[in-house]
């Protein structure tokens, strides 16, 4: 996993503490480069240490969005992008790019205009939230169902035929 990050991001894993803290360290910085390749639309191809971020604060709250952390792209500060980060528990780190695709590595850039805006907060949904105004697609089909239910748990292995 080190070539997906540069010196600095993983000497900042490797330092963290103990094993959690490395790996909550680690979650961070990966949720932080997805967001920016989701962002800008580019793929897992792009080289991940092309793009280095120094965060900010260190440890995130819950229920608290932070904006403090900096991004380098090709080692140069692009102050076109932001990064709203939060915890949404103790375990799931969440990052959101904020930025324009046609600024990639343009500097120094003008900044968004919604950079400095009091960030709305994550909201977390139940499963209740999601499906409340879901319609059906298709009609109900019982025997759907009993096919369904009647296949075996682990399938057996095909016999090879005889050549």
Known sequence: MK???????WNTIHTAGDEWEK???????????????????????????RIEFHVSPLHL??????????MFLDGEEEKTWAFEET???????????????DTIGKYPGE???????????????????????AITMAPE???YWR???????KPSRQRKMPV
Do not use: C
């Open 87 to 101: 915890m949404l528990d103790d375990r799931h780190h969440v990052a959101v790019a904020l930025g324009k695709q």
């Open 61 to 70: 709250q819950e229920g608290h969005v932070h904006k403090e952390t900096i």
């Open 3 to 9: 070539r997906q990050f540069t010196d600095h991001e």
């Open 23 to 49: 790996l909550d360290i680690f979650y961070r910085y990966w949720a932080l480069k997805e967001s920016f390749i989701k962002a800008v639309g580019i793929g897992v191809g792009f080289d991940l240490q």
């Open 141 to 143: 089909d019982p025997m």
């Open 147 to 153: 096919n369904f239910e009647a296949k075996e748990e």
């Open 111 to 133: 900044v968004q205009e919604n950079i400095n805006e009091e960030p709305s907060q994550f909201i977390l949904l139940t499963y209740q939230d999601l499906t409340s105004s």
